[in-house]
Protein backbone atom coordinates (compact mmCIF):
# COMPACT_ATOMS: atom_id res chain seq x y z
CA UNK A 1 0.00 0.00 0.00
CA UNK A 2 1.13 3.26 -0.97
CA UNK A 3 1.85 5.80 -3.65
CA UNK A 4 2.33 4.65 -7.32
CA UNK A 5 3.19 6.71 -10.16
CA UNK A 6 2.00 6.01 -13.74
CA UNK A 7 4.18 8.08 -16.74
CA UNK A 8 2.20 8.24 -20.12
CA UNK A 9 4.62 9.23 -23.28
CA UNK A 10 1.99 9.80 -25.74
CA UNK A 11 2.07 11.13 -29.44
CA UNK A 12 1.52 15.18 -28.21
CA UNK A 13 2.18 14.99 -24.43
CA UNK A 14 4.00 13.53 -20.83
CA UNK A 15 1.57 12.79 -18.61
CA UNK A 16 2.57 11.79 -14.88
CA UNK A 17 -0.62 10.08 -12.62
CA UNK A 18 0.06 9.15 -9.03
CA UNK A 19 -2.43 6.75 -6.92
CA UNK A 20 -2.90 6.12 -3.61
CA UNK A 21 -3.89 2.67 -2.83
CA UNK A 22 -4.52 2.90 0.75
CA UNK A 23 -7.15 5.81 -0.11
CA UNK A 24 -7.94 4.17 -3.52
CA UNK A 25 -7.87 7.95 -4.89
CA UNK A 26 -5.86 9.56 -7.45
CA UNK A 27 -4.09 12.40 -5.73
CA UNK A 28 -2.02 13.98 -8.68
CA UNK A 29 -1.97 14.60 -12.81
CA UNK A 30 -0.09 16.41 -14.38
CA UNK A 31 1.22 17.04 -17.90
CA UNK A 32 3.39 18.37 -20.32
CA UNK A 33 2.54 19.26 -23.78
CA UNK A 34 4.80 19.08 -26.27
CA UNK A 35 3.65 21.71 -28.59
CA UNK A 36 3.15 24.67 -25.91
CA UNK A 37 7.02 23.53 -24.60
CA UNK A 38 8.91 22.55 -26.94
CA UNK A 39 7.18 23.30 -30.74
CA UNK A 40 9.86 26.24 -31.31
CA UNK A 41 12.95 24.38 -30.05
CA UNK A 42 12.29 20.93 -31.53
CA UNK A 43 10.21 22.05 -34.61
CA UNK A 44 6.86 19.89 -33.83
CA UNK A 45 3.78 20.21 -34.55
CA UNK A 46 1.16 18.05 -32.83
CA UNK A 47 3.74 16.37 -30.81
CA UNK A 48 5.41 15.49 -34.55
CA UNK A 49 7.89 16.24 -37.40
CA UNK A 50 5.93 15.28 -40.26
CA UNK A 51 8.12 15.26 -43.35
CA UNK A 52 5.49 14.25 -45.82
CA UNK A 53 5.14 11.28 -47.74
CA UNK A 54 3.79 9.62 -44.89
CA UNK A 55 7.41 10.19 -42.85
CA UNK A 56 6.16 11.01 -39.28
CA UNK A 57 9.53 11.68 -36.58
CA UNK A 58 9.18 12.78 -33.30
CA UNK A 59 12.73 13.76 -31.42
CA UNK A 60 13.90 11.46 -28.82
CA UNK A 61 15.64 14.00 -27.17
CA UNK A 62 12.13 15.89 -26.46
CA UNK A 63 10.95 13.19 -24.35
CA UNK A 64 13.80 13.30 -22.01
CA UNK A 65 13.38 16.26 -21.54
CA UNK A 66 9.63 16.52 -21.18
CA UNK A 67 10.00 13.56 -18.63
CA UNK A 68 12.53 16.26 -16.31
CA UNK A 69 9.83 18.60 -16.79
CA UNK A 70 6.72 16.10 -15.78
CA UNK A 71 8.53 15.20 -12.54
CA UNK A 72 9.07 19.21 -11.70
CA UNK A 73 5.56 19.82 -11.75
CA UNK A 74 4.77 16.62 -9.68
CA UNK A 75 6.47 17.81 -7.21
CA UNK A 76 5.93 21.68 -7.53
CA UNK A 77 2.01 20.24 -6.66
CA UNK A 78 3.06 19.21 -3.75
CA UNK A 79 3.76 15.65 -4.64
CA UNK A 80 6.58 14.04 -1.75
CA UNK A 81 8.39 12.11 -4.85
CA UNK A 82 10.53 10.46 -2.07
CA UNK A 83 6.66 8.74 -1.24
CA UNK A 84 6.26 6.92 -4.41
CA UNK A 85 6.88 3.01 -3.99
CA UNK A 86 7.22 2.10 -7.64
CA UNK A 87 7.13 3.52 -10.69
CA UNK A 88 5.42 2.22 -14.38
CA UNK A 89 4.55 3.81 -17.42
CA UNK A 90 3.01 3.53 -21.08
CA UNK A 91 4.59 4.71 -24.37
CA UNK A 92 3.08 5.23 -28.01
CA UNK A 93 3.45 1.87 -29.57
CA UNK A 94 5.19 1.19 -31.87
CA UNK A 95 7.53 4.06 -31.85
CA UNK A 96 11.84 3.36 -32.23
CA UNK A 97 14.65 4.73 -30.39
CA UNK A 98 18.18 3.67 -31.41
CA UNK A 99 20.72 3.98 -29.38
CA UNK A 100 24.88 3.88 -29.92
CA UNK A 101 27.57 1.90 -27.84
CA UNK A 102 27.96 5.15 -25.48
CA UNK A 103 24.18 4.88 -24.21
CA UNK A 104 24.97 2.32 -21.69
CA UNK A 105 27.64 3.90 -20.12
CA UNK A 106 25.73 7.41 -20.24
CA UNK A 107 22.80 6.01 -18.82
CA UNK A 108 24.35 4.75 -15.56
CA UNK A 109 26.80 7.40 -14.92
CA UNK A 110 23.77 10.34 -15.17
CA UNK A 111 25.35 13.08 -13.29
CA UNK A 112 22.66 15.30 -11.20
CA UNK A 113 24.28 18.59 -11.78
CA UNK A 114 23.35 18.25 -15.28
CA UNK A 115 20.03 18.28 -17.09
CA UNK A 116 19.24 14.71 -19.39
CA UNK A 117 19.39 16.83 -22.12
CA UNK A 118 22.86 17.86 -21.60
CA UNK A 119 23.93 14.26 -21.00
CA UNK A 120 22.11 12.37 -23.67
CA UNK A 121 23.04 14.42 -27.23
CA UNK A 122 25.81 11.76 -28.52
CA UNK A 123 23.87 8.80 -27.85
CA UNK A 124 21.63 8.63 -30.60
CA UNK A 125 22.98 6.77 -33.59
CA UNK A 126 19.59 8.51 -35.51
CA UNK A 127 17.96 11.56 -33.88
CA UNK A 128 14.95 11.19 -34.54
CA UNK A 129 12.34 8.16 -33.80
CA UNK A 130 9.68 7.30 -36.07
CA UNK A 131 6.20 6.60 -34.77
CA UNK A 132 3.36 5.25 -35.13
CA UNK A 133 1.87 8.24 -37.33
CA UNK A 134 4.44 7.40 -40.22
CA UNK A 135 2.94 5.29 -42.31
CA UNK A 136 5.71 5.06 -45.12
CA UNK A 137 7.03 1.68 -45.20
CA UNK A 138 4.69 -0.46 -47.15
CA UNK A 139 7.24 -2.10 -49.45
CA UNK A 140 9.08 -3.49 -46.37
CA UNK A 141 5.76 -4.77 -44.69
CA UNK A 142 5.75 -6.74 -47.99
CA UNK A 143 9.54 -7.56 -47.76
CA UNK A 144 8.58 -8.94 -44.36
CA UNK A 145 6.06 -11.07 -44.87
CA UNK A 146 7.44 -12.83 -47.87
CA UNK A 147 10.64 -13.18 -45.81
CA UNK A 148 8.58 -15.54 -43.35
CA UNK A 149 6.83 -17.31 -45.81
CA UNK A 150 3.70 -15.10 -46.66
CA UNK A 151 1.36 -12.95 -44.65
CA UNK A 152 -0.90 -15.94 -43.06
CA UNK A 153 2.62 -16.98 -41.61
CA UNK A 154 3.31 -13.93 -39.68
CA UNK A 155 -0.17 -13.46 -38.98
CA UNK A 156 -0.27 -16.92 -36.92
CA UNK A 157 3.21 -16.33 -35.47
CA UNK A 158 2.92 -13.05 -34.32
CA UNK A 159 -0.73 -12.34 -34.53
CA UNK A 160 -0.52 -9.21 -36.78
CA UNK A 161 0.10 -8.94 -40.39
CA UNK A 162 2.76 -6.71 -41.43
CA UNK A 163 1.60 -3.00 -40.47
CA UNK A 164 2.98 -0.06 -42.10
CA UNK A 165 2.94 2.12 -38.17
CA UNK A 166 4.82 -1.15 -36.55
CA UNK A 167 8.05 -1.16 -35.37
CA UNK A 168 9.56 -3.97 -37.35
CA UNK A 169 9.12 -2.35 -40.99
CA UNK A 170 10.54 0.81 -39.28
CA UNK A 171 13.71 -1.06 -38.20
CA UNK A 172 13.80 -2.66 -42.03
CA UNK A 173 13.40 0.97 -43.23
CA UNK A 174 16.03 2.37 -41.54
CA UNK A 175 18.25 -0.66 -42.03
CA UNK A 176 17.97 -0.26 -45.77
CA UNK A 177 18.35 3.43 -46.15
CA UNK A 178 20.82 4.58 -43.49
CA UNK A 179 22.77 1.47 -43.32
CA UNK A 180 25.99 3.35 -41.66
CA UNK A 181 23.64 4.56 -38.77
CA UNK A 182 22.32 1.49 -38.46
CA UNK A 183 25.57 -0.77 -37.84
CA UNK A 184 26.38 2.30 -35.11
CA UNK A 185 22.95 1.22 -33.53
CA UNK A 186 24.16 -1.10 -31.16
CA UNK A 187 20.47 -1.54 -29.03
CA UNK A 188 16.64 -0.52 -30.44
CA UNK A 189 14.52 0.61 -27.63
CA UNK A 190 11.02 1.12 -28.32
CA UNK A 191 9.15 4.08 -27.19
CA UNK A 192 7.73 2.50 -23.64
CA UNK A 193 11.73 0.68 -22.96
CA UNK A 194 13.38 4.04 -23.81
CA UNK A 195 11.79 6.43 -20.80
CA UNK A 196 11.66 2.91 -18.42
CA UNK A 197 15.64 3.28 -19.14
CA UNK A 198 16.27 6.77 -18.47
CA UNK A 199 14.29 6.52 -15.29
CA UNK A 200 16.41 2.91 -14.88
CA UNK A 201 19.62 4.11 -15.43
CA UNK A 202 20.22 1.42 -17.74
CA UNK A 203 18.88 0.46 -20.45
CA UNK A 204 15.37 -1.78 -19.87
CA UNK A 205 14.17 -4.93 -21.84
CA UNK A 206 11.05 -4.73 -23.14
CA UNK A 207 7.64 -6.13 -21.72
CA UNK A 208 5.60 -8.67 -24.22
CA UNK A 209 2.39 -6.15 -24.79
CA UNK A 210 4.54 -3.62 -25.93
CA UNK A 211 6.64 -6.09 -28.06
CA UNK A 212 3.73 -7.55 -29.79
CA UNK A 213 3.14 -4.34 -31.42
CA UNK A 214 6.34 -4.93 -33.47
CA UNK A 215 5.68 -7.54 -36.09
CA UNK A 216 8.66 -8.92 -34.38
CA UNK A 217 7.48 -11.38 -31.37
CA UNK A 218 6.09 -14.77 -31.05
CA UNK A 219 3.11 -13.94 -29.90
CA UNK A 220 2.44 -17.71 -28.59
CA UNK A 221 5.93 -18.20 -26.61
CA UNK A 222 6.31 -14.20 -26.00
CA UNK A 223 9.64 -13.98 -26.98
CA UNK A 224 11.51 -12.76 -30.38
CA UNK A 225 10.75 -14.32 -33.31
CA UNK A 226 13.99 -15.62 -34.85
CA UNK A 227 12.29 -15.73 -38.26
CA UNK A 228 10.54 -12.54 -38.09
CA UNK A 229 14.32 -11.02 -36.96
CA UNK A 230 15.65 -12.67 -39.84
CA UNK A 231 13.29 -11.23 -42.51
CA UNK A 232 13.38 -8.00 -40.98
CA UNK A 233 17.43 -6.69 -41.12
CA UNK A 234 20.82 -7.86 -39.96
CA UNK A 235 21.43 -8.88 -37.05
CA UNK A 236 18.51 -7.74 -35.21
CA UNK A 237 18.64 -10.28 -32.37
CA UNK A 238 21.71 -8.64 -31.35
CA UNK A 239 19.72 -4.53 -30.93
CA UNK A 240 16.76 -6.18 -28.98
CA UNK A 241 16.72 -6.64 -25.62
CA UNK A 242 14.84 -9.68 -24.01
CA UNK A 243 11.30 -9.69 -23.56
CA UNK A 244 10.78 -9.29 -19.85
CA UNK A 245 7.68 -10.78 -17.70
CA UNK A 246 5.33 -7.70 -16.98
CA UNK A 247 5.47 -7.84 -13.26
CA UNK A 248 9.22 -8.08 -13.11
CA UNK A 249 11.23 -5.43 -11.20
CA UNK A 250 14.02 -3.95 -13.87
CA UNK A 251 15.73 -2.46 -10.77
CA UNK A 252 16.00 0.61 -8.23
CA UNK A 253 15.39 4.21 -9.65
CA UNK A 254 18.58 5.95 -10.82
CA UNK A 255 20.68 7.78 -8.20
CA UNK A 256 20.21 10.51 -10.83
CA UNK A 257 16.40 10.85 -10.26
CA UNK A 258 17.49 10.73 -6.32
CA UNK A 259 19.57 13.44 -5.66
CA UNK A 260 17.79 16.03 -8.34
CA UNK A 261 14.23 15.21 -7.56
CA UNK A 262 14.29 13.25 -4.12
CA UNK A 263 12.78 10.21 -5.01
CA UNK A 264 13.67 7.37 -2.16
CA UNK A 265 16.62 5.38 -3.53
CA UNK A 266 14.64 1.87 -3.08
CA UNK A 267 11.84 3.09 -5.57
CA UNK A 268 11.27 0.01 -7.85
CA UNK A 269 11.02 0.96 -11.87
CA UNK A 270 8.50 -1.98 -13.50
CA UNK A 271 9.20 -2.78 -17.52
CA UNK A 272 6.95 0.12 -19.37
CA UNK A 273 4.67 -1.14 -21.85
CA UNK A 274 2.48 0.30 -24.80
CA UNK A 275 -0.30 2.60 -24.11
CA UNK A 276 -2.78 0.70 -26.12
CA UNK A 277 -2.02 -2.70 -23.24
CA UNK A 278 -1.57 0.27 -20.31
CA UNK A 279 -5.01 1.29 -21.10
CA UNK A 280 -6.39 -1.92 -20.68
CA UNK A 281 -5.21 -2.68 -17.17
CA UNK A 282 -6.35 0.92 -16.59
CA UNK A 283 -9.99 0.05 -17.57
CA UNK A 284 -10.07 -2.60 -15.33
CA UNK A 285 -10.10 -5.13 -18.40
CA UNK A 286 -8.23 -8.16 -16.39
CA UNK A 287 -11.23 -10.93 -16.82
CA UNK A 288 -12.30 -12.59 -20.75
CA UNK A 289 -15.73 -11.04 -21.32
CA UNK A 290 -14.96 -7.54 -20.67
CA UNK A 291 -14.75 -4.90 -23.69
CA UNK A 292 -14.17 -1.59 -23.86
CA UNK A 293 -15.05 1.17 -26.63
CA UNK A 294 -12.92 4.55 -27.11
CA UNK A 295 -15.22 7.04 -28.70
CA UNK A 296 -12.25 9.11 -30.01
CA UNK A 297 -11.33 10.67 -33.58
CA UNK A 298 -11.13 6.87 -34.27
CA UNK A 299 -13.55 4.57 -32.27
CA UNK A 300 -10.95 2.02 -30.89
CA UNK A 301 -12.78 -1.15 -29.92
CA UNK A 302 -10.80 -3.82 -27.31
CA UNK A 303 -11.48 -6.81 -24.90
CA UNK A 304 -9.76 -9.06 -22.76
CA UNK A 305 -9.04 -13.01 -24.18
CA UNK A 306 -8.14 -15.83 -22.38
CA UNK A 307 -6.28 -17.35 -25.28
CA UNK A 308 -4.25 -16.43 -28.70
CA UNK A 309 -6.95 -15.65 -31.46
CA UNK A 310 -6.07 -13.96 -34.52
CA UNK A 311 -8.54 -12.14 -36.76
CA UNK A 312 -8.49 -14.58 -40.06
CA UNK A 313 -8.22 -11.23 -42.59
CA UNK A 314 -5.59 -9.77 -40.12
CA UNK A 315 -8.28 -6.69 -39.75
CA UNK A 316 -7.32 -6.67 -35.89
CA UNK A 317 -4.59 -6.67 -33.33
CA UNK A 318 -3.75 -8.42 -31.33
CA UNK A 319 -1.05 -7.57 -28.28
CA UNK A 320 0.07 -9.41 -24.90
CA UNK A 321 -1.98 -7.73 -21.85
CA UNK A 322 0.60 -6.50 -18.91
CA UNK A 323 -1.23 -8.41 -17.09
CA UNK A 324 0.95 -11.16 -17.66
CA UNK A 325 -1.41 -14.03 -17.79
CA UNK A 326 -4.67 -12.77 -20.45
CA UNK A 327 -4.22 -11.45 -24.37
CA UNK A 328 -5.66 -8.00 -25.89
CA UNK A 329 -7.91 -7.58 -29.10
CA UNK A 330 -7.76 -4.08 -30.84
CA UNK A 331 -9.80 -3.23 -33.62
CA UNK A 332 -9.31 0.54 -34.94
CA UNK A 333 -12.47 2.30 -36.92
CA UNK A 334 -10.85 5.58 -38.67
CA UNK A 335 -14.78 6.70 -39.51
CA UNK A 336 -15.28 7.20 -35.62
CA UNK A 337 -15.98 10.62 -34.80
CA UNK A 338 -15.05 11.92 -38.24
CA UNK A 339 -18.04 10.42 -39.72
CA UNK A 340 -20.33 11.64 -36.67
CA UNK A 341 -19.02 15.22 -37.39
CA UNK A 342 -18.88 15.11 -40.73
CA UNK A 343 -22.90 14.24 -40.29
CA UNK A 344 -23.44 16.76 -37.78
CA UNK A 345 -22.04 19.26 -40.20
CA UNK A 346 -23.83 18.35 -43.37
CA UNK A 347 -26.97 18.80 -41.94
CA UNK A 348 -25.71 21.73 -39.62
CA UNK A 349 -26.66 20.35 -36.56
CA UNK A 350 -25.26 20.67 -32.80
CA UNK A 351 -24.61 17.91 -30.65
CA UNK A 352 -27.99 18.11 -29.10
CA UNK A 353 -29.59 18.38 -32.06
CA UNK A 354 -27.59 15.51 -33.20
CA UNK A 355 -28.98 13.68 -30.27
CA UNK A 356 -32.31 14.27 -31.20
CA UNK A 357 -31.98 12.72 -34.80
CA UNK A 358 -31.89 9.56 -32.64
CA UNK A 359 -34.55 10.30 -30.30
CA UNK A 360 -37.01 11.47 -33.30
CA UNK A 361 -36.19 8.33 -35.34
CA UNK A 362 -36.78 4.16 -34.68
CA UNK A 363 -34.23 1.57 -34.25
CA UNK A 364 -33.74 0.13 -37.07
CA UNK A 365 -34.28 3.31 -39.24
CA UNK A 366 -37.09 1.81 -41.14
CA UNK A 367 -34.08 -0.58 -43.25
CA UNK A 368 -31.88 2.69 -44.11
CA UNK A 369 -28.67 1.89 -43.75
CA UNK A 370 -25.16 3.54 -44.37
CA UNK A 371 -21.76 2.25 -44.98
CA UNK A 372 -19.82 5.99 -43.95
CA UNK A 373 -16.34 5.68 -45.76
CA UNK A 374 -16.56 9.73 -45.21
CA UNK A 375 -12.25 8.84 -45.03
CA UNK A 376 -10.18 5.38 -45.83
CA UNK A 377 -11.27 3.15 -43.52
CA UNK A 378 -8.87 0.82 -41.69
CA UNK A 379 -11.63 -1.74 -40.52
CA UNK A 380 -13.20 -3.09 -43.24
CA UNK A 381 -9.99 -2.25 -45.47
CA UNK A 382 -11.46 0.45 -48.07
CA UNK A 383 -8.50 2.45 -49.62
CA UNK A 384 -11.39 4.97 -50.98
CA UNK A 385 -13.58 7.04 -49.14
CA UNK A 386 -16.85 6.81 -50.15
CA UNK A 387 -20.51 7.39 -48.79
CA UNK A 388 -22.88 4.80 -49.20
CA UNK A 389 -26.79 4.66 -48.83
CA UNK A 390 -29.23 2.34 -48.97
CA UNK A 391 -32.66 3.02 -48.41
CA UNK A 392 -32.10 5.79 -46.61
CA UNK A 393 -32.82 9.41 -48.30
CA UNK A 394 -29.87 11.78 -48.15
CA UNK A 395 -31.77 14.61 -47.28
CA UNK A 396 -33.39 13.06 -43.90
CA UNK A 397 -30.95 14.58 -41.25
CA UNK A 398 -32.17 12.73 -38.76
CA UNK A 399 -32.32 9.66 -40.15
CA UNK A 400 -28.81 9.64 -41.53
CA UNK A 401 -28.03 10.57 -37.86
CA UNK A 402 -29.21 7.38 -36.72
CA UNK A 403 -27.94 5.66 -40.04
CA UNK A 404 -24.13 6.80 -38.77
CA UNK A 405 -24.37 5.61 -35.10
CA UNK A 406 -26.27 2.17 -36.11
CA UNK A 407 -23.57 1.57 -38.67
CA UNK A 408 -20.72 2.13 -36.11
CA UNK A 409 -22.47 -0.13 -33.41
CA UNK A 410 -23.19 -3.18 -36.14
CA UNK A 411 -19.66 -3.02 -37.80
CA UNK A 412 -18.23 -3.00 -34.62
CA UNK A 413 -20.35 -6.16 -33.43
CA UNK A 414 -19.05 -7.56 -37.09
CA UNK A 415 -15.44 -7.35 -37.46
CA UNK A 416 -15.20 -8.41 -33.53
CA UNK A 417 -16.59 -11.67 -33.97
CA UNK A 418 -13.05 -13.54 -34.38
CA UNK A 419 -12.34 -12.07 -30.84
CA UNK A 420 -14.72 -15.15 -29.62
CA UNK A 421 -15.55 -13.50 -26.57
CA UNK A 422 -18.94 -13.64 -24.62
CA UNK A 423 -19.39 -9.87 -23.85
CA UNK A 424 -20.77 -9.35 -20.60
CA UNK A 425 -20.19 -5.44 -20.38
CA UNK A 426 -18.98 -2.58 -22.55
CA UNK A 427 -16.91 0.19 -21.14
CA UNK A 428 -17.05 3.56 -23.34
CA UNK A 429 -14.82 6.42 -22.94
CA UNK A 430 -13.99 9.38 -25.00
CA UNK A 431 -16.09 12.17 -26.15
CA UNK A 432 -18.75 10.35 -27.67
CA UNK A 433 -19.35 8.63 -24.36
CA UNK A 434 -21.71 11.30 -22.86
CA UNK A 435 -23.97 10.77 -25.57
CA UNK A 436 -26.33 8.46 -23.63
CA UNK A 437 -28.89 7.59 -27.00
CA UNK A 438 -25.68 6.88 -28.71
CA UNK A 439 -24.62 4.63 -26.08
CA UNK A 440 -28.29 2.70 -26.47
CA UNK A 441 -27.64 2.17 -29.40
CA UNK A 442 -24.21 0.31 -28.70
CA UNK A 443 -26.11 -1.48 -25.84
CA UNK A 444 -29.07 -3.04 -28.03
CA UNK A 445 -26.75 -4.09 -30.96
CA UNK A 446 -24.35 -5.88 -28.60
CA UNK A 447 -27.56 -7.15 -26.29
CA UNK A 448 -24.95 -5.92 -23.29
CA UNK A 449 -24.85 -3.62 -20.46
CA UNK A 450 -23.25 -0.46 -21.59
CA UNK A 451 -21.32 2.02 -18.74
CA UNK A 452 -19.52 5.35 -19.08
CA UNK A 453 -16.28 5.09 -17.90
CA UNK A 454 -14.76 7.81 -15.47
CA UNK A 455 -10.94 7.62 -16.51
CA UNK A 456 -9.79 10.25 -18.22
CA UNK A 457 -6.43 9.05 -18.87
CA UNK A 458 -6.69 4.66 -18.91
CA UNK A 459 -2.96 4.71 -20.25
CA UNK A 460 -1.41 6.51 -17.37
CA UNK A 461 -3.75 4.69 -14.62
CA UNK A 462 -3.09 1.54 -16.00
CA UNK A 463 0.75 2.16 -15.62
CA UNK A 464 0.23 3.26 -12.01
CA UNK A 465 -1.74 -0.36 -11.56
CA UNK A 466 1.19 -1.95 -13.06
CA UNK A 467 3.63 -0.16 -10.90
CA UNK A 468 0.88 -1.11 -7.83
CA UNK A 469 0.90 -4.96 -8.81
CA UNK A 470 4.28 -5.29 -9.27
CA UNK A 471 5.46 -3.81 -6.44
CA UNK A 472 3.06 -5.70 -3.69
CA UNK A 473 4.34 -9.33 -5.96
CA UNK A 474 8.12 -8.72 -5.42
CA UNK A 475 7.34 -7.83 -1.72
CA UNK A 476 5.36 -11.54 -1.27
CA UNK A 477 1.74 -10.41 -0.56
CA UNK A 478 0.55 -10.40 -4.57
CA UNK A 479 -2.93 -9.15 -4.64
CA UNK A 480 -5.52 -10.55 -7.72
CA UNK A 481 -5.41 -8.06 -10.88
CA UNK A 482 -9.19 -7.78 -10.05
CA UNK A 483 -8.52 -6.61 -6.50
CA UNK A 484 -5.71 -4.29 -8.02
CA UNK A 485 -8.37 -2.41 -10.43
CA UNK A 486 -11.26 -2.51 -8.51
CA UNK A 487 -10.97 0.25 -6.65
CA UNK A 488 -9.90 2.59 -9.41
CA UNK A 489 -11.42 1.44 -12.70
CA UNK A 490 -15.06 2.02 -12.01
CA UNK A 491 -17.87 3.38 -14.28
CA UNK A 492 -19.39 6.32 -13.58
CA UNK A 493 -22.61 6.46 -10.94
CA UNK A 494 -25.75 5.84 -12.86
CA UNK A 495 -24.01 5.76 -16.39
CA UNK A 496 -25.90 2.14 -16.92
CA UNK A 497 -27.51 1.74 -19.81
CA UNK A 498 -29.66 -1.52 -20.52
CA UNK A 499 -30.49 -3.45 -23.17
CA UNK A 500 -33.91 -3.45 -24.32
CA UNK A 501 -34.81 -7.23 -25.54
CA UNK A 502 -37.35 -5.59 -28.35
CA UNK A 503 -34.66 -3.64 -29.78
CA UNK A 504 -31.79 -6.50 -29.35
CA UNK A 505 -33.80 -8.82 -31.68
CA UNK A 506 -34.61 -6.44 -34.36
CA UNK A 507 -30.68 -5.35 -34.46
CA UNK A 508 -30.02 -8.99 -34.76
CA UNK A 509 -32.12 -9.12 -37.90
CA UNK A 510 -30.73 -6.23 -39.35
CA UNK A 511 -26.87 -7.55 -38.62
CA UNK A 512 -27.01 -9.56 -41.48
CA UNK A 513 -28.21 -7.04 -43.96
CA UNK A 514 -25.86 -4.62 -43.14
CA UNK A 515 -22.81 -7.19 -43.51
CA UNK A 516 -24.64 -8.08 -46.97
CA UNK A 517 -23.94 -4.41 -47.49
CA UNK A 518 -20.72 -3.70 -46.42
CA UNK A 519 -19.38 -7.19 -48.59
CA UNK A 520 -20.63 -6.06 -51.63
CA UNK A 521 -18.67 -2.67 -51.12
CA UNK A 522 -15.55 -3.86 -49.90
Request: overall charge negative.
Given at each position: MGNFLG???????MTGLVINTSSAQIIAEES??????????????????????GVVHSP?????????????????????LASIEAVSGSGQQHGTVYLNQSAA?????????????DQLNGVFSRPTAPVWMDTSTRVQCDEIETGVGGRQRLLELTGNTAFERFSGPQIRKFAQQEPAAYERTTTICLVSSFVASLLAGRVVPVDAGDGSGTNLMDIGQQRWSQDALAATA?????????????????????????????FNPTCNVLPFSGDNPCSLIGLGL???????????????FFACMDKVRISSTGEGALFASPDGV?????????????????????????????AAGLRQTNPGNDEGLMLPYFDAEIVPHVATPGVIRQNLDPHNAAANVRAVI????????????????????ISVTGGASANAEILQVFADVHDCEVQQFQTTNAAALGAALRASHGHMTALGTPVTWPQTVSDFSRPLPGSDIQPRAQTVTLYDERLEAYRDLEARHT
Amino acid sequence: MGNFLGIDASTQSMTGLVINTSSAQIIAEESVNFDEYYAEKYGVENGVLDAGNGVVHSPPLMWAEALEALLRQLRESGINLASIEAVSGSGQQHGTVYLNQSAAGVLGGLRSDLSLTDQLNGVFSRPTAPVWMDTSTRVQCDEIETGVGGRQRLLELTGNTAFERFSGPQIRKFAQQEPAAYERTTTICLVSSFVASLLAGRVVPVDAGDGSGTNLMDIGQQRWSQDALAATAPDLGQRLLPIIKADSIVGSISPYWVDRYGFNPTCNVLPFSGDNPCSLIGLGLVEPGKLALSLGTSDTFFACMDKVRISSTGEGALFASPDGVHYMALICFLNGSLAREAVRDQYNLDWEGFAAGLRQTNPGNDEGLMLPYFDAEIVPHVATPGVIRQNLDPHNAAANVRAVIEAQALSSRIHAEWMGVNVQSISVTGGASANAEILQVFADVHDCEVQQFQTTNAAALGAALRASHGHMTALGTPVTWPQTVSDFSRPLPGSDIQPRAQTVTLYDERLEAYRDLEARHT
